[in-house]
């Protein structure tokens, strides 16, 4: 009794009861915002949860750690994208979820729901190896897009001042592991501010001994593409450049050393890593249906063994014939999955039957850097340099959240095109 009483007391009492259902959404991200924003309007009450007011932009995080975009360019304020008089936010981390009671628990207090949707994402997966993860960049956040931005500059005005050939050969490689598009379009976005901005404005610096490394597990980067976009991709890496290590793993870091599964070593201070990720899994669900770091749940979404809670985008699996593993943890699934579960929750408001969920694959696409992309379509069409690069603009333009991004971001990119330029090289103490 005493523990029923001391949970009452913790609940949360700012956010109004009414007759409305409530449903509980657990991250901020593309499947948070998918579902929130064709619920507004609903006889629902939404109530949002997350450790940051704003939704990221995930993809372009890149070019906020490469200088091409101030940190707010890919940050829209959750509360100026969701406004409604049904819906509520609160800015707290999420310690556990408690389905027997209906119950969140945050570091804020206790939250009850009739609907829990968790959409928390995904983040890195580092396969156990805890030196690397200690000493690795991700890039998964705003506040780790803009660390690794100081990181770099502070390694180039480092470097022209240290004589000592051995650490400035540490300040000035990087690492980068992981072919996928991120790993992709980080080691392009590099080997562009290596040839176009390092030698105007650090000219002291010797560019020839500026390395950007590109370590892959497998035979081949993009491997979720197409053959011709992976052997494009290959050669855009090695016009501009970049090293590729192919078939190699990071098995250790001491210090500046990393040690290879090759038997090779990399003298570098700044390891990038952007080789896998895994769900973000809550504490309290039940393990056994948990499967290889996401939620299990049915094609309604429903979490395997709940009957009113759901899981979306990169932390739930959800397996079909066709995708036996899941779907891919791809932004486009969890924005379908958002979208597709908010018109399943108007039908239990109507007492209509739910629909299954179908994935459309729209395509896939990843730049390399300027004038240089690929991009295969569910059409069997594979589209590659400056067609498939102005693709890849205009897709990213679209999604983005807001017109103010949307203008600032292509504002920079027209800028950083016509001038090669990049606006935001400032090292900013944090």
């Known amino acids: ?208 001994k500026i390395n950007v490394y590109l370590v892959e597990g497998m035979d081949s980067v993009l491997n979720g593409m197409s053959e011709s976009s992976r052997n494009r991709t290959k050669e855009y890496m090695e016009e501009l450049g970049v090293k590729l290590k192919l078939n190699t793993l990071v098995e250790k870091v001491e210090g500046s050393k990393i040690k290879l599964s090759d038997g090779t070593y990399l003298q570098s201070n700044t390891l990038i890593w952007a080789a896998g990720v895994m769900g973000n899994v809550i504490e309290g669900i039940n393990e056994e249906h948990i499967s290889k770091s996401r939620i299990e749940v049915d094609r309604y979404n429903k979490v395997i063994g709940y009957d009113n809670v759901f899981a979306l985008g990169d932390v739930a699996s959800m397996k079909t014939e066709e995708y036996e593993k899941g779907f891919p943890m791809l932004a486009p699934v969890a924005m379908q999955q958002g979208r597709h579960l908010a018109k399943n929750f108007k039908h239990l408001l109507e007492n209509k039957p739910l629909e299954k969920f179908e994935y459309t694959n729209k395509g896939v696409m990843a730049t390399v850097g300027r004038n240089k992309a690929v991009v295969d379509t569910p059409f069997g069409w594979h589209l590659s340099g400056l067609p498939a690069w102005l693709s890849w603009m205009f897709i990213h333009l679209f999604f983005l959240i807001g017109f103010r991004q949307k203008a600032v971001v292509f504002a920079n990119w027209v800028y950083s095109y016509f001038t090669f330029k990049k606006s935001t090289k400032s090292i900013i103490s944090t």
């Not at 007391?9 to 657990?26: C, E, G, Q």
């Not at 995904?122 to 780790?144: M, P």
């Open 1 to 208: 009794m005493t523990l029923v009483n001391n949970i009452k007391s913790n609940i949360l009492t700012d956010i109004p009861k009414t007759d409305k259902k409530r449903i509980v959404i657990i991250g901020g991200g593309f499947a948070g915002m998918e579902l929130a924003k064709p619920l507004l309007k609903s006889d629902y009450q939404i109530v949002m949860l997350d450790k940051n007011n704003y939704h990221t932009f995930q993809p372009l995080l890149y070019q906020v750690a490469t200088a091409g975009l101030d940190p707010d360019s890919v940050a829209a304020p959750l509360r100026e994208n969701l406004r409604s008089h049904n819906f509520y936010f609160r800015m707290a981390s999420v310690d556990k979820v408690i389905p027997e009671s209906n119950l969140v628990q945050t570091n804020i207090g206790l939250l009850d729901y009739d609907y829990l949707v968790i959409a928390t994402g995904s983040k890195a997966n580092f396969f156990g190896e805890e030196t690397v993860a200690e000493k690795s960049f991700t890039l998964k956040e705003v506040g780790e897009a803009f660390a690794l931005r100081n990181h770099l500059f502070q390694c180039l005005e480092q470097a022209v001042t240290v004589a000592d050939e051995v650490e400035k050969e540490k300040l000035l490689n990087v690492v980068i592991v992981g072919g996928g598009p991120t790993g992709i379009e980080m080691a392009g976005a590099l080997s562009e501010l290596k040839k176009k901005v390092i030698p105007k404005e650090y000219d002291t610096i010797d560019t020839s």
